[in-house]
């Protein structure tokens, strides 16, 4: 129940948005607007090195915490998946997915494990290489990794695109305290 309520939010925060003329960081504005709204919602920028199987990224998504659930939410959710010449098998796949996704952690992990598996496959069957972006151990890197987690940021920057430190970390995955000089796994 928690997670419908919480979509159709963020679903009408998002199609608000984009029929705006405020342009900016739309992870920002619907973790503010969220908050608004009375959810434990926060901008979670996930960060990881460079390691021999792919290149050293990052990704911002929402965070939100409904009582004891720790719900994932991406606004550019389908996006993510894209790849290029795509087969018609993969192009259908993608078309199932959310373009804003609000779910579990454990939800998501077997999302993101079909949906990368059906890219290799895609690219395979089109004789195209499959690079290391498009792998599931990075992808599944964008929302498992450490991550950091800013409510005021999401705030400053909401503020900031319209024109005008609770940080903490919750929830299971490695999560990076600032306060602390080493990582620890939430809980």
């Known amino acids: 129940m928690a997670e419908r309520n ?8 998002l199609d608000k948005a984009s029929n705006s003329k405020i342009k900016g960081n739309c992870t920002a504005m619907l973790a503010a607007r969220l908050r608004s709204l009375g959810y434990d919602a926060a901008i979670c920028k996930s960060q990881w090195d460079k390691n021999p199987s792919f290149p050293a990224g990052e990704h911002e998504y929402v965070d939100a915490v409904v009582g004891t659930d720790r719900l994932l939410v ?3 959710f389908r996006s993510e998946f894209e790849v290029a010449r795509p087969s018609k098998m993969y192009r259908a796949i993608i078309q199932l997915l959310p373009q804003a996704f609000v779910s579990q952690p454990h939800r998501l992990q077997q999302i993101v494990v ?8 895609s690219l395979k069957k089109n004789g195209l290489h499959v690079p290391p972006w498009r792998r599931h151990e990075y992808m599944r890197t964008k929302w498992f990794s450490a991550y950091h987690r800013a409510v005021e940021e999401a705030e400053a920057k909401d503020n900031s695109a319209r024109g005008s430190n609770n940080d903490g970390n919750r929830g299971g995955g490695l999560a990076v305290d600032d ?9």
Do not use: N, P
Not at 6 to 13: E, K, Q, T, V
Not at 179 to 187: C, F, L, N, V, Y
């Open 6 to 13: 919480l979509l159709a939010d963020a679903s009408r925060i």
């Open 74 to 76: 991406d606004a550019g």
């Open 114 to 121: 079909v949906a990368s598996e059906a890219a290799w496959h």
């Open 179 to 187: 306060s602390a000089s080493e990582a620890k796994t939430g809980g």
